[in-house]
């Protein structure tokens, strides 16, 4: 079997949106398949290892594709997107021969608790979109060196942008939000650092007023308007709200009900 990306589509489309797998013809390139899926879904998870399940992996991460092989799964990698998990891998079949598989299920990611407007201090954001995001991989860049980026970039940058960088690593919210591992300075003229952007070309910056970074508030230049946008609060804060609030002038909500962080590294 030739493997394209209107393959994986035709084979996607086979399954559904419900809950399915069907076994692969033994002749296809796994590795290709995997790497098709990585492309378009990110780094994925790996469930299942030499008949092994990863003991910590439940139904926040994964689990319901392992239902349908119980004990015959040998090796299955998987990702979020949406609302549903995609995996691959290979399974033994009921006559015990190990054959490559595809296999899809619903994904449930628990609502975010609202906060109230004088609550918002008090909230740790990045936590909040760990949960909005369903994000159960281990921190991707925990080992940062963040004292040579601040003295490159001549000045400390917000805690909350280090920590998203260092919990998510490389890659977009919802495939659409990159977040950049090392903010941009080419709007450094106009007093803004530029920590993340869109495919519509929004940037999404901080105004660098005063000494505690920390303060500093999120301006958006985008192409659609005259004018930079100002938002009166932190990065985390920022991305937690256009994924979830509807009247958000930049929500996401609009178009996804679950989202996800689509992790760029390659994995191993």
Known sequence: M????????????????????????????????????????????????DGFADPTVDDSSGASLLVPFKDRAVKIRAWAYGNQWVGTGTARDDEGVVR???????????????????ECEDVDWVDRLIRITGWTQPAQRPDMHWAEVESRLGTELPTDY??????????????????????????????????????????YCWRVAGNDPDRWPVVVRSYDLEVDLPFDYQAAQFVCRI????????????YFDTHWFMNYEESD
Not at 18 to 46: C, E, I, K, V
Not at 175 to 187: I, S, V
């Open 2 to 49: 030739k493997l394209t990306q209107t393959t994986v589509n035709d084979l996607l489309a086979q399954l559904g949106s419900a809950d399915g797998y069907m076994y692969l013809p033994g002749d296809l390139d796994l590795q290709a398949l995997t790497d098709l899926l990585a492309s378009r879904y990110g780094t994925p998870r790996t469930l299942v290892l």
């Open 100 to 118: 490559p598989v595809l296999v899809v299920a619903q994904r449930q990611v628990p609502e975010p608790l609202p906060v109230a407007p004088d």
């Open 162 to 203: 280090k920590r998203m960088v260092e919990t998510f690593g490389e890659g977009a919210f919802d495939a659409w939000l990159n977040l950049n591992q090392e903010p941009w300075t080419g709007l450094r003229e106009d007093g803004l650092l530029i920590w993340a952007g869109t495919e519509h070309k929004d940037l």
């Open 243 to 254: 994924l979830v609030d509807p009247h958000h002038p930049f929500t996401m909500a609009r």
